[in-house]
């Protein structure tokens, strides 16, 4: 049956091209169209924990519920000893303490809100790359009254490297204080509403302007994202129970889980378009050929072949159709994401966003396989009910068309 099924699918040749062609055209576009979607959320979740989040977020317990009305009652006192009981961790490659403030900027002439972190400038710059400095330089690391500007507030307030500004706010007891700084560069993240109200100052000078020694979070940085879920856990195990919170990036990242969601539905939807394109393609060809052959299956069932032996042989030629089909999809497929990475797509800020980027295509296994197994599938399920047709014929209907 097999050797026969195999010496029919090449017996037609130009019929058996255009089937493969459809197959491998589906195959194809779910596989460039799977990587092209899996690196946009790559790079969007790459930058989200490089320029913000980090991939864990240590607070006091508290802190998330509370933590908006009294943002001071809820501070970690003592960070470096929460950091030295989770150093040992597996995958870690920083932990990095932050001050987070709103206040007052002013230009002399003109006073925005703002929303401000204090930094350990050292620890940051040895992992986050994805913030882009559109003019002046980073804050250096043992520098005092260092300010960086997102690049919307810097606009608002004609503020540029070299100019001075102060920050005004209300500290923990209730007073005011000031500081002066120097504007040393303008920043730029994925996000245009982060930088439209972001500064960045060292987390010596936050503490100083709030008047006090203690830190709002612990973020940690990590070796690899995949890692992130495990190290979670067993940050939770090797902390106090109930003293502390800690959240993951996609708990914390809205704009990013939203995004996903979005583009994993459009996806599902491309994929059944895909899907349907192959099965009318296919079917198409499979009832050319059915048509064209309904003689040769008069003949079989004339000489005693029975109806199932015709659906055997015409199943067993579209299943090796659909192998050698969804197989060079695959090839094809992952050569030209293979091509398409090396000159990479130049893309436009997405909503919500402040630059483009340059798209790749990544080969995701997962992504394969599941091409091929719509190839497959949708290749059987084409030839199907042509074959089952072609089984219950009349013989002496079939025979007619010799």
Same mark, same amino acid.
Do not use: C
């Given at each position: ?23 491998? &055209? ?12 899996? %690196? ?6 790459? /930058? ?33 000893? =929460? ?56 804050? /250096? ?44 560069? =303008? ?16 987390? %010596? ?49 809205? &704009? ?25 393609? =296919? ?42 089909? /969804? ?76």
């Amino acid at each position: 049956m097999w050797r026969l099924a195999w010496r029919n699918v090449f017996r037609h040749r130009m019929r058996t091209a255009l089937t493969l062609a459809a197959i491998m &055209f589906g195959v194809t576009a779910l596989i460039v169209t799977g990587g092209f979607v899996e %690196d946009t959320l790559v790079q969007l979740r790459e /930058s989200t924990i490089q320029s913000q989040l980090g991939h864990l977020q240590i607070y006091q317990a508290g802190f998330l519920k509370s933590g908006r009305l009294a943002p001071f009652k809820y501070m970690i006192e003592k960070p470096e000893n =929460v950091a030295a009981q989770l150093r040992n961790l597996p995958n870690i490659i920083e932990i990095m303490p932050r001050i987070t403030f709103s206040g007052l900027l002013s230009n002399s002439r003109t006073t925005v809100g703002i929303i401000g972190e204090g930094l350990d400038i050292a620890k940051e710059a040895r992992w986050a790359h994805a913030l882009k400095l559109l003019s002046g330089r980073q804050i /250096s690391p043992k520098g005092r009254y260092e300010i960086l500007l997102g690049q919307g507030i810097a606009q608002s307030l004609k503020l540029k490297p070299g100019d001075r500004t102060t920050i005004l706010l209300n500290t923990p007891g209730g007073a005011l204080n000031s500081l002066d700084f120097e504007v040393v560069g =303008v920043f730029q993240t994925f996000s245009k509403d982060y930088d439209d109200r972001a500064v960045r100052i060292t987390l %010596d000078d936050a503490q100083e302007l709030l008047g006090t020694t203690a830190v709002h979070k612990l973020v940690i940085a990590l070796k690899d994202t995949v890692t992130t879920d495990i190290v979670a856990d067993q940050a939770r195990q090797a902390l106090a129970q109930g003293t502390f919170e800690i959240r993951t990036w996609h708990e914390l990242a809205d &704009f990013y889980t939203k995004a996903a969601d979005l583009y994993k539905r459009y996806f599902v939807v491309l994929k059944l378009i895909v899907l349907a394109l192959v099965l009318l393609g =296919v079917a198409n060809t499979v009832n050319l050929t059915i048509y064209q052959r309904t003689g040769e299956f008069g003949t079989l069932r004339a000489v005693g072949n029975r109806g199932s032996m015709i659906f055997r042989l015409l199943f067993s030629e579209y299943l090796l159709v659909a192998l050698l089909g /969804s197989f060079g999809g695959v090839v094809f497929g992952v050569l030209l994401a293979l091509l398409i990475s090396l000159i990479g797509i130049p893309m436009p800020p997405m909503p919500n966003t402040n630059r483009g980027y340059t798209a790749l295509i990544q080969v995701v296994p997962l992504e394969v396989a599941q091409a091929f197994v719509v190839g497959l599938v949708a290749t059987l399920g084409a030839a199907y009910f042509p074959a089952r047709r072609a089984s219950r014929i009349a013989v002496i209907e079939a025979l007619r068309h010799n």
